[in-house]
């Protein structure tokens, strides 16, 4: 993906999303609460930022390119949702029920496991 001219950082990041190997201080980052308006008192009032290394705000957008790449060649598949510019969560339960929709108008079999993680969110390492 690298050219011969390019910095040693890319070919870094390029070796270690490769390797499938973070090192664990790109993994950190520090949440501040930063005031969006109004009054101070109020918590709603305060938006999260998470501050990370420009190491690892490179490295995402290394991982960036790699999936618009695969989105410019028709790589991924249709019902990929999460991390696809012009797809969400939204779109991914409105497809979800289309196809629900469709299989009882069809009369299908219709098999479907569905789970929930207890605040999920929080156990994923970021």
């Given amino acids: 993906m690298w050219g011969s001219h390019d910095s040693v950082l890319a070919r870094l990041l390029d070796i270690k999303i490769n ?10 980052g520090i949440v501040v609460a930063i005031h969006k308006g109004g009054n101070r008192s109020v918590v ?8 990370t290394s420009l190491v690892r705000k490179q490295m995402e957008h290394v991982i960036a390119g790699y999936i ?8 991924l ?3 990929q949702h999460g991390f696809r510019p012009g797809y969400s969560c939204e779109s991914q339960i409105i497809t979800v029920c289309q196809d629900i929709s469709d299989s009882l108008d069809e009369a299908a079999r ?9 605040k999920a969110f929080d156990l994923v390492p970021h």
């Fill in 44 to 51: 709603k009032n305060y938006r999260p930022v998470n501050l």
């Fill in 77 to 79: 598949y249709e019902g």
């Fill in 19 to 28: 390797n499938g190997t973070i090192p664990r201080d790109w993994k950190k």
């Fill in 68 to 75: 618009q790449v695969w989105e410019d060649r028709d790589w």
């Fill in 110 to 118: 219709l098999d479907a496991i569905i789970t929930h993680f207890s």
